[in-house]
């Protein structure tokens, strides 16, 4: 059975930052791409980041450009983003999401297994 766990997930004022963790099991975690998404209240979920396998190459998008920063640590199984210089529209329900293709992809509908999501909210 697949899992997808997050957390780090919280309150944080403008401009401080969080860590989000996804760990994960019942998969070989080194032959998935790991994206994060989020979805605010009243929104479609988007992309936020991806990582390929070997960690060499990553997405993101450009809301998030040069504050987020996904990574990897393939013997935990897990996958993180370091958020920074968080912003209020950044609020929202935060997911990680499995892809099983090589290619970083940033159509939801293409990943194969979430988690359940942890919110995040940032007072301004």
């Known amino acids: 059975q697949v899992q997808l766990v997050e957390s780090g997930g919280g309150l944080v004022q403008a401009g401080g930052s969080l860590r989000l963790s996804c760990t994960t099991s019942?998969?070989?975690?080194?032959?998935?791409?790991m994206g994060w998404f989020r979805q605010a209240p009243g929104k479609e979920r988007e992309f936020v980041a991806a990582?390929?396998?070997?960690?060499?190459?990553?997405s993101y998008a450009d809301s998030v450009k040069g504050r987020f920063t996904i990574s990897r640590d393939n013997a935990k199984n897990t996958v993180y983003l370091q958020m920074n210089s968080l912003k209020p529209e950044d609020t929202a329900v935060y997911y990680c999401?499995?892809?099983?293709?090589?290619?970083?992809?940033?159509?939801?509908?293409?990943?194969?297994?979430w988690g359940q999501g942890t919110q995040v909210t940032v007072s301004s």
């Open positions: 999401a499995a892809d099983r293709n090589r290619v970083r992809r940033v159509n939801p509908d293409a990943y194969d297994y």
């Open positions: 019942g998969l070989t975690f080194s032959r998935y791409t």
């Open positions: 990582v390929s396998w070997s960690s060499g190459s990553t």
